[in-house]
């Protein structure tokens, strides 16, 4: 059998609460949630001893999210990763958004979905319901985009993400959960040691900044090869251009898939020292693999020190800046239509 519980996470700058939403298993293994940005504030599993750690980066109460940049474990959106000029066309008309990474637009703009305080509500003893609308216009998108995410933490130890969209106007919606991994325990220092495999044969070409610009290359004969478990570290150290013009991993890799929208192996992550390992099931195209290259210090939960390749990002979604490249899988959503995607990280120990 599993609990809910909930419990007060603090007060945002405008004085509004925000509250803690925490799924716990009998055995121990739980999943915590904040309603503000509909995130991932701890999940604790268990190693190949049966002892319990938290393997995400998250702070003591609404106050750190708010603080320190990162989104860390946020429902990015409407529109994850970068979005170059940060303007679109759509149906012959172009739509000017906010820009808040210079020139760009990065994870929907200044007020993302993760900067939003999401309604949040018990959906079943392992479940939570969170849900925003977005009105028309909220940072420059068109229509008003009602979303809803069932957050599960199975007893198998399953997080499973199930994000539904519809909308009133044809309009732009990728979504995606920024949650920064460390298998050995969030406040376990470096995970260049590591071990990561990717299931792509391919990966968008960045540019100067960390955006797609439209090109797709091999992994093959390069460190953007992780098709077997390779260590983070290895790849980090090495000179390719991709990695060094950007500090690190900041890519989206196309996902082998063998059918359309079918949820299928992405990527998995293992911890040698614990024999924890971590397994992403998506219905999306794209991951977008991330080693919090730019992160400077800063305190999380229980004192732990979040520092640079302290954690990783395994963000499902449409590929970065396809918007822009129209050639990728397209991130319009139709008003005819719905919007669906599911994510499950799954958790096991060898």
Known sequence: MSSITRQPFGFLPDGRKARLFTITHKSGASASFCDYGARLVGLTVPDRAGELADVVWGYEDVSGYCRWEGNAGAV???????????????????????????????????????????????????????SY???????????????????????????????????DKDTLCSLTNHSYFNLAGHGAGSVLDQLVKIEADYYCTNGAIPMADGGIAAVEGTPMDFRTFSPVGRALRSDFVQLRQVGGFNHTYVLRKRERGALELAASMYDPGSGRKMEVYTTMPGLHFFSANKTTPRTGKCGATYDRQFGLCFETQFFSNSAKCTWFPSPVLRKENSYRQVTEFRFLVS
């Open 133 to 167: 609308v977005s009105q028309n216009g909220e940072e420059g998108f068109p229509g008003t985009l009602v979303v809803n995410v069932i957050c599960r933490f199975s007893e198998d130890n399953r997080l499973i993400l199930d994000y539904r969209a519809v909308t």
């Open 76 to 130: 990015c959106g409407r529109v994850a990763a970068r979005l170059e000029g940060g303007a679109f066309t759509l149906n012959g008309e172009t739509w000017q958004l906010s820009r808040n990474e210079g020139q760009n637009t990065l994870h929907g703009g200044h007020h993302g979905f993760d900067t939003k305080l999401w309604s949040g509500s018990p959906a079943g003893e392992d479940s939570i319901l969170f």
